[in-house]
């Protein structure tokens, strides 16, 4: 099995910024794509950014230019810096990963972090 814990959430006004942590954790796994989704209060969860394993990134329209993902192989972390936040950026994220492991491809997500962004 594959762990997937976050960190960084929290409560920020209009403008801060917040930086995300998502660790992997578990055995016999090689991590490839992986990304941030996030629901905002009574919707759909929605794409934020993802990046594959070696470093090509996509983001979402609503978040380019303010938000930067990274990853750290070398502890199984992806990273979500994003500023100039705005209270439309309040939701719950997810960290997402595709985990091959023993020659299969699985999904993993978090348990979720809350960002709030107050105006």
């Known amino acids: 099995q594959v762990q997937l814990v976050e960190s960084g959430g929290g409560l920020v006004q209009a403008g801060g910024s917040l930086r995300l942590s998502c660790a992997a954790s578990?055995?016999?796994?090689?991590?490839?794509?992986m990304g941030w989704y996030r629901r905002p209060p009574g919707k759909q969860r929605e794409l934020v950014a993802t990046?594959?394993?070696?470093?090509?990134?996509n983001y979402a329209d609503s978040v380019k230019g303010r938000v930067t993902i990274s990853r750290d192989n070398a502890k199984n972390t992806v990273y979500l810096q994003m500023n100039s936040l705005k209270p439309e950026d309040t939701a719950v994220y997810y960290c997402?990963?595709?985990?091959?492991?023993?020659?299969?491809?699985?999904?993993?997500w978090g348990q979720g972090t809350q960002v709030t962004v107050s105006s």
């Open positions: 990046v594959t394993s070696d470093g090509s990134t």
């Open positions: 578990g055995s016999s796994f090689r991590l490839n794509a």
């Open positions: 997402n990963a595709d985990v091959l492991r023993w020659g299969k491809t699985y999904t993993y």
